[in-house]
């Protein structure tokens, strides 16, 4: 009895695919991440040049529909 589990407790076979299981996992989960961050930060940029191209559009139609109107007052 006591052999068994002594030969159980030293037996080394699997060992190396267990520890690359979890290398793996490692890298897996440091990836996920690294993905995150990248994604959070990539979505906060596209945020703020998304904001900027509406107010640019907002801005020059105002000022168009103001010229407009300016010239066609101006021509009468």
Do not use: C, P, Q, R
């Not at 699997?14 to 994604?39: D, K, P």
């Not at 105002?62 to 101006?74: G, H, K």
């Amino acid at each position: 009895m006591f052999a068994t589990i002594k030969n159980i407790w030293n037996d080394e076979s699997g060992a190396t695919a267990i520890e690359y299981g979890l290398i793996a996992a490692l890298i897996s989960v440091v990836a996920i991440t690294g993905m995150n961050l990248v994604g959070t930060g990539l979505n906060t940029a596209f945020t703020g040049v998304s904001t900027e191209l509406n107010n640019a559009v907002t801005s020059e139609s105002t000022s168009t529909s103001t010229e407009t109107t300016t010239e066609t007052t101006t021509t009468e």
